[in-house]
């Protein structure tokens, strides 16, 4: 079987476009793909190439929304692009490393947000695009997107009377168990008066020049 047959990519044909989101595809791809690299050329210094991803580049930008900015074709017309960040910095990737982007959406089918949760306090600069129930194990939780001026964040609400006396380092193991808080490596919890938020999945937001504030 070809290289290009393993690794399901086409020379010189591009499966995405400028301005296309993407992300990096799962570690165990990762780790599969430049297992196939090295067995097909075991003495090419794959890591000096500009398209390569080493598993500690991948583990960094896990889960980061890349912008492609180029698509090139490199050496027999492997397909790579450049790709953009929201804080601007550039990486070149080879395709197969790369699947689209797809918001997440919580599975909330069939249930109702907890009164607790609708009446939380407004805080000045942050604004609450979405606040939806979910269940973690048998504990009633809501899933939230906010977002400040310039950051969007993702957050895990709890009752907190559901999670009284328990240390922030057990409440951040319990939000793990959520699979999309375990996605990322930092959470930060904030102790309100009904309820403890668990936050995660900060990032940077693009603004409009002339953009009103909320």
């Not at 570690?27 to 793909?33: H, K, L, W």
């Not at 097909?40 to 500009?50: M, R």
């Amino acid at each position: 079987m070809s290289i290009e047959k393993k690794l399901e990519y086409e020379a010189y044909s591009f499966h995405y476009e400028e301005d296309r989101l993407l992300v990096i595809k799962s570690m165990d791809e990762v780790n599969r793909i430049n297992k196939i690299l090295k067995e097909e050329s075991p003495d090419s210094d794959y890591e000096s190439y500009e398209w390569y991803l080493t598993a500690e580049d991948a583990e960094k930008l896990k889960y980061k929304k890349l912008k492609v900015t180029m698509q090139i074709a490199w050496h027999g017309g492997l397909p790579f692009y450049k790709l953009q960040m929201s804080n601007g910095n550039i990486y070149s990737i080879a395709e197969f490393y790369l699947q689209k982007y797809v918001k997440f959406k919580p599975d909330s089918e069939g249930l109702v947000l907890n009164d607790i949760f609708k009446n939380i306090p407004e805080e000045e600069g942050i604004h609450v695009s979405s606040r939806v129930p979910i269940k973690l194990g048998d504990l009633d939780v809501a899933f939230e997107v906010s977002q400040t001026w310039a950051t969007g964040i993702e957050s895990l609400i709890f009752p907190a009377l559901d999670v009284e006396g328990m240390a922030d380092d057990e409440i951040i193991t319990l939000a793990r168990t959520y699979p999309r808080a375990d996605m990322f490596l930092g959470i930060t919890i904030h102790r309100k008066k009904d309820v403890v938020y668990a936050s995660f999945g900060y990032y940077n937001i693009t603004r409009v020049p002339g953009s009103k504030r909320f």
